[in-house]
């Protein structure tokens, strides 16, 4: 059965009126989440023309006056990845030759985001060149949710906004009031992430998975660090991807004794062959977030997807009204 939520948060100012200088665009990949993040903030999303040509270059119009506005681009730049990240790049673009007064991409999903330091010779900072791409393109802001590496934030040498999927994944755990919970981090890496994400769940104990990575999408599970005999273990990650690091987590908590496995994540990426590793039997519940649109073939039973559109339109609008954006995860 698969199921949705919502983080439920009040505008903390009134609704915007039609005469605001705001406008909300949302790019191809994700128009589903960006008509939740509108609705949130009473607004309509702003007409845009995108098409492809025949050789496969994209076309975009912004179809109403934008001189002199705040505009807002919602595109997640997951897979096809390069041609996501295009379209933003061309919608960009097209905002500032529309003399927009502000541009802020909104990026529930960075692409590129694991290319974020050289690990060997000869290789390239990916995440840093999009981040270069994004600002010469015209953008003025970027707000972006749940970045693999935090310091991705450094990449950019304009104001930019990191805010964390984590409150409407915590909500919907606290709902499901779960009994001896532990958090569990997939690797070294995340411990910093399970550890705030526990201290939340009424400072839950936690525990890391050790593992040693031995090619790209292939990871060997070693031991646990930690006691999870007869706990709920809940596995906290930032995405999934193809499901081996998390599936292979779920396998040896099992066999260490954790009475349920949970996996949480923002970002659903879901590459082949994730689906059948998440749906074998391992957790009972896969619990991940609409940054990225998941297709029906993706969906499986122990999958439940939760919206993070008040979130982010909760953002939008402090953003905009020059408020605080931090004191909404204090």
């Known amino acids: 059965m698969i199921h949705s939520a919502t983080l439920m948060l009040q505008p903390t100012l009134p609704s915007i009126s039609d005469n605001s200088r705001l406008r909300l665009f949302s790019g191809s990949t994700n128009f ?3 008509q939740e993040v509108a609705s949130y903030l009473g607004m309509n999303l702003g007409p845009m023309l995108s098409k492809r040509f025949a050789d496969g270059e994209i076309y975009v119009q912004i179809q109403e006056s934008i001189r002199g506005c705040d ?3 919602i595109q997640p730049t997951c897979h096809p990845v390069n041609d996501t990240l295009m379209e933003l790049l061309i919608m960009i673009d097209a905002c500032r030759r529309a003399s927009a007064r502000q541009i802020t991409a909104v990026i529930p999903y960075y692409g590129y985001a694991r290319a974020d330091r050289k ?3 000869r290789e390239s900072i990916t995440a840093k060149l999009v981040a270069n791409l994004i600002t010469q393109a015209g953008a003025n802001r970027v707000l972006a949710m749940d970045l693999h590496s ?20 915590l909500n919907y755990l606290k709902s499901k009031r779960l ?11 995340g411990v910093a992430r399970a550890r705030a994400f526990a ?3 009424d400072d839950a104990p936690l525990a890391i998975i050790d593992k040693r990575r031995q090619a790209h999408n292939v990871a060997e599970v070693m031991n646990v660090i930690g006691d999870v005999t007869g706990k709920t273990a809940v596995l906290v990650d930032d995405m999934i991807d193809t499901g081996g690091t998390i599936t292979k987590g779920g396998q040896l908590l099992r066999q260490e004794g954790a009475r349920q496995v949970y996996a949480c994540a923002t970002h659903a990426v879901f590459s082949p062959p994730a689906v059948e590793r998440l749906s074998n039997g391992v957790f009972e519940e896969v619990i991940v977030t609409n940054t990225i649109p998941i297709l029906d073939t993706k969906r499986f039973e ?10 982010l339109g909760e953002t939008i609008w402090r ?10 995860f204090r």
Request: overall charge negative; hydrophobic content about 45%; proline content about 5%.
């Open 199 to 201: 201290k939340k769940l």
């Open 150 to 169: 935090a310091q991705i934030q450094g990449y950019f040498d304009i104001p930019f906004d990191h805010v964390y999927g984590s409150p409407v994944l």
């Open 119 to 121: 690990t060997a010779g």
């Open 71 to 73: 505009v807002y681009l």
């Open 32 to 34: 589903a989440l960006a």
């Open 179 to 189: 009994s001896d919970i532990v958090v569990v981090s997939p690797d070294v890496g």
């Open 302 to 311: 122990q999958l439940t997807v939760l919206s993070v559109a008040n979130l």
């Open 319 to 328: 953003i905009h009204e020059d408020s605080s954006v931090s004191s909404m």
